[in-house]
């Protein structure tokens, strides 16, 4: 499992890199998406006995998570949520306003991953 987190956190940081150099227009000339579907594919079969096993020792918290992920994704992905929001107008002036996002179509893992973790 530590090998399998250490991993994740380089993959992570090249991730970052990538997109912070702005290669990953490039990199989308020559990867298509059948190759990424392939990938991830791969990556959830190999990770499901593991999430199955994990899972297996606590119901309520993996039912509740199922259950959060279900709702925000399906159900709740048109909602607009108000955010507070910043921009830089003309001759630099800032105005402060409310950006209404759709956060749980975006976020829905995160937001029950936090859910979750708070309880």
């Known amino acids: 499992m530590t090998e399998l987190q250490g991993n994740l956190m380089l993959a992570s940081l090249f991730q970052m890199a990538l997109g912070g150099f702005g290669l990953v227009g490039l990199l989308l000339k020559v990867i298509g998406p059948i190759t990424i579907t392939v990938l991830i594919s791969l990556l959830g079969f190999c990770l499901a006995g593991e999430a199955a096993r994990m899972a297996s020792l606590n119901w309520g918290i993996s039912l509740l998570m199922v259950v959060l992920v ?13 955010v507070p929001s910043v921009s ?21 893992i995160i937001l029950s991953l936090a859910i979750v973790w708070g309880l």
């Open 70 to 82: 279900t709702i925000f994704s399906e159900f709740m992905k048109n909602v607009a949520v108000p």
């Open 88 to 108: 830089c107008g003309q001759y630099k002036r800032v105005k402060f306003g409310v950006a209404r996002l759709k956060l749980f179509s975006s976020l829905s």
